[in-house]
């Protein structure tokens, strides 16, 4: 088959299933300037020599200032680090503005906080389509951050967690994702004019699943794609729209041996989704010091029961912070984070989507912005396959 024969439109969305790194190829102009290039082609070539490569695009003006260099540093970003990756998707002369960095031992740009960085002296460079294939020697290399690292998958950023999934949710998790891909261009909608973050969460057995996330212009994604919230009270309230009476009823309980404050603050949760389709809770001090910075390592290097334990000790002590709240229409509203159910044919929620880190904004449009949310839900209902 000829090249011409394959759309380049199918072409990027097919390859888009296949997920890949997201690194920064860097290095310095002969007056000592930074000059890089964001890549998500990066991988290993050899062992012995030791060689890794990259294909940069054959007119990128930074790929000829690198390679003019002979030389040049790969940083591998942290799942955190989506921020920085668009700031070095500017222009090329606002490229480095603002960012912070140090020089590695052969000069080049090193970012604060990467996972790795890799020095390297440019070995060749070949020609390949619209391309070039282009490998480097390395010459040195050091781990900074031992943490997840930021991944490009079917159009968004995201993260990557090893064993997050056990077998049997693997089947859960691909038909969400299929469900999820019907709704992505809106989520991106959203996220974008809320300023915030928009992520879907799939049930699975106790836990919610973090399937996709996408965030809005110059807002870093705080979600790891696979990480896992615990479905404990007050939390995973949607999950139980469209619940059998008994499953709500054990929900209840684990919230009521937790004392009768926290069951009043689920019972409210729960009535507040019931009644409006979508539940919230806004900045708090215990919530956004200790419960959200918890949630966020929670079931990346695996779920202990101690770590369980802990979190929730957290959700009692945060419990005041996630009690729904009447809305004024004229208050201003800090740390704003809503979630609504998406219902299977059955009318079980087995998914959710939540939105967050938006900016302080009223109460008027928080009920917008929640409409807009409870909407896109909807969407997902009529439109995809249902889970």
Known sequence: MSGG????????????????????????????????????????????????????????????AIRKSGRFT????AHDQEHLCR????????RFGGLEWSPSSNGSPVLPDVVCSIDCSLEACTPAGDHYFVTG??????????????????????????????APSDAIVAESVQTVQYIRDGMQRLAHAAQGEVTAYAKVTDHAVAVATVAGPDVPTSTILGSKWPLTPPF??????????????????????????????????????????????????TR?????????????DGVTPAKQRE???????????LRPVDLDPEKQYEGASLV????????????????????????????????????????????????
């Open 5 to 64: 024969a394959v759309d380049s439109a199918a072409f990027r969305q097919a390859l888009g299933h296949h997920p890949t790194g997201v690194a920064l190829i860097s290095s310095t102009h002969a007056d000592g300037e930074p000059v890089g290039l964001i890549v998500g082609t990066f991988t290993s070539v050899s062992l012995d020599p030791p060689l890794v490569g990259f294909l940069p695009t054959r007119d990128s003006a930074s790929f000829a």
């Open 74 to 77: 790969v940083n591998i970003l």
């Open 87 to 94: 700031a070095l998707s500017r222009p090329a002369d606002k």
């Open 137 to 166: 020697l390395v010459e040195s290399l050091e781990i900074h951050r031992p943490v997840a690292p930021l991944l490009f998958f079917q159009g968004g950023f995201g993260g990557f967690v090893p064993g997050s999934f056990v």
């Open 236 to 285: 995973g309230e949607v999950f139980l729209i469209g619940a059998p009476e008994a499953e709500i009823e054990q929900w209840m309980n684990r919230a009521r041996t937790a004392g009768e404050e926290l069951l009043r603050i689920s019972q409210e949760r729960l009535d507040h989704a019931h009644k409006h389709g979508w539940a919230g809770s806004y900045a708090g001090d």
């Open 288 to 300: 956004d010091t200790l419960l959200f910075p918890a949630l966020t390592e929670y079931g990346v």
């Open 311 to 321: 979190i929730q000790a957290m959700l009692q002590a945060a419990g005041e912070d």
């Open 340 to 387: 609504a159910p998406i219902r299977n044919r059955h009318g079980r929620c087995e998914l959710m989507l939540r939105l967050c880190q938006i900016p302080p904004v009223s109460g008027a449009r928080i009920e917008v912005l929640a409409d807009e949310l409870c909407r896109l839900t909807r969407e997902a209902e009529k439109s995809a396959p249902q889970v």
